[in-house]
């Protein structure tokens, strides 16, 4: 497959995950955490389909489209497992939903980032919330759900989380 095909299904699948959770979690209150916000694509999806949440977004630096680009209070800037461990009094509710796109395409510097970014995002999520991610995510109180139908799996996962931390 070429990488302009491979790229079409990654973007169709990222955009049809986005769609079914945005559904899953339009009424459970709390937050979106966009972690990594790249060229601010699915961010700006997001923020177009769901008016009524507030998103915050972690990246290492600003590197989007000027139209995808947050105030300051919503940009939360540095490297994401510094920012994300201490952004709790900022975001001040767990998130409903957290789209995480920070894979590299690097099995070990994926593997690594696994380890350090899963116990982050447990807490940070509420009973009910969503966590979508395009890596494979340690997340013990959460349960894995279903792909929408026509995502190959191992492209995405999802995770719902079923106990209640703070």
Request: hydrophobic share 35%.
């Amino acid at each position: 497959m070429s990488r302009l095909d491979s790229f079409i299904r990654r973007m169709t699948a990222q955009r049809d995950i986005i769609n079914f959770v945005i559904a899953e979690v339009v009424e459970i209150d709390g937050p979106v955490l966009e972690l990594g916000l790249g060229n601010g694509r699915t961010y700006d999806h997001l923020r177009e389909n769901l008016p009524g949440k507030e998103i915050f977004v972690f990246d290492r630096a600003i590197n989007a489209n000027p139209r995808s680009v947050l105030d300051g209070e919503h940009m939360i800037l540095g490297e994401i497992r510094d920012t994300l461990a201490f952004c709790r009094p900022r975001i001040k509710r767990q998130a409903s939903l957290v789209h995480c796109d920070i894979g590299s395409g690097d099995p070990t510097t994926d593997l690594a980032t696994c380890s350090w970014i899963s116990p982050l995002i447990g807490p940070l999520t509420t009973k009910g919330g969503i966590v979508a991610s395009g890596l494979t995510l340690e997340l013990p109180e959460f349960e894995e759900i279903p792909l929408p139908e026509g995502v190959q799996k191992g492209r995405y996962y999802l995770y719902r989380k079923i106990t209640e931390t703070n």
